[in-house]
């Protein structure tokens, strides 16, 4: 698909140019940075129609992993004896349930773009903005903690978002996201069937160049980037079956009851398949530091 483009890379700012990973879907990729911009009408991928496409089982031990990462990271922030923490995209509320047992201070931003249920406890003793990211005007309370979990991919402007946050931090705090991986070698080889892909509303993937020219930018430091084995644990196997089927249902082909038991079953081999080969990882992790 040829596409008659002149955009520039929102990180860099270098010219992009066309990537046709199959014949029918275009992304706009940096060959400086690797940024990754997606249009889903030039490239639709037989994404589904809303927005969650996952499973509560799987999502509860992605949760239970990040809480593990976030908790490691929340330690090293000084003067954290009751952090007050912000997530932005907070879905079902399960992971600043979590922190309110802790005796955190919880705050939140959804777009509600899941049209899930949220967690009582959560409604009840935090505080939550419900809108776009970008048109949440926050209260004046500075957080120690500001993290969002597969969002940033989704945001129509990440740059505005990036300066909320270095002005809503206080000195010294922390910042962390996952997010899809632009570089992934899953992309590579499985193409238009990348489950990230599958997903209607990921319209940019970011590179540890790109995020960290970002980042940069509207002052944080301390930027680290990682490739995490432990997210997003089935991606490669639905990968793999979406290269056999061509249409996504509501909530994609992990609504098939058999695709959600072979995923049961080949778990352990995908695992082992990034033990040896780590850069097909679908995610980045990302920590930075507003400084003190």
């Avoid at 809480?67 to 932005?88: D, G, M, V």
């Avoid at 599958?198 to 970011?206: G, S």
């Avoid at 960290?212 to 002052?219: A, K, T």
Wanted: aromatic letters at 12%; hydrophobic letters at 35%.
């Amino acid at each position: 698909m040829q596409l008659n483009i002149k955009e520039r890379c929102e990180a860099c700012g270098h010219p992009m140019r066309c990537w046709d990973i199959s014949p029918n879907c275009t992304l706009l990729k940096c060959p400086k940075c690797y940024h990754i911009k997606r249009n889903l009408k030039q490239c639709n991928a037989h994404a589904r129609e809303h927005a969650w496409g996952g499973s509560k089982f799987y999502d509860k031990i992605r949760s239970n992993l990040t809480i593990r990462r976030l908790n490691r990271f929340i330690r090293l922030i000084p003067n954290n004896k009751q952090p007050s923490i912000l997530e932005i995209g907070f879905g079902s509320g399960n992971l600043l349930l979590k922190f309110l047992k802790k005796g955190y201070k919880v705050h939140g931003i959804e777009a509600e773009y899941l049209q899930i249920d949220i967690c009582k406890p959560v409604k009840k003793y935090g505080t939550l903005y419900f809108g776009k990211a970008e048109d949440i005007q926050l209260a004046k309370e500075k957080f120690d903690l500001i993290y969002g979990i597969h969002v940033i991919e989704h945001l129509d402007d990440p740059i505005v978002i990036f300066k909320k946050c270095y002005s809503a931090l206080k000195k010294g705090g922390g910042l962390y996201f996952i997010t899809p991986n632009s570089i992934s070698g899953g992309l590579t080889i499985f193409r238009d069937k990348w489950w990230n892909l599958e997903d209607p509303t990921h319209i940019r993937f970011f590179s540890p160049q790109s995020i960290n020219i970002m980042l940069n930018r509207v002052g944080f430091r301390e930027i680290e980037t990682r490739i995490p084995v432990w997210d997003s644990l089935t991606l490669e196997i639905n990968s793999f079956f979406r290269l056999f089927k061509q249409k996504s249902k509501n909530h994609g082909i992990m609504s098939n009851n058999l695709i959600y038991l072979l995923n049961t079953i080949i778990f352990p081999f995908a695992l082992a398949t990034r033990m040896i080969y780590p850069t097909i990882s679908p995610s980045l992790e990302v920590t930075a530091r507003k400084p003190l």
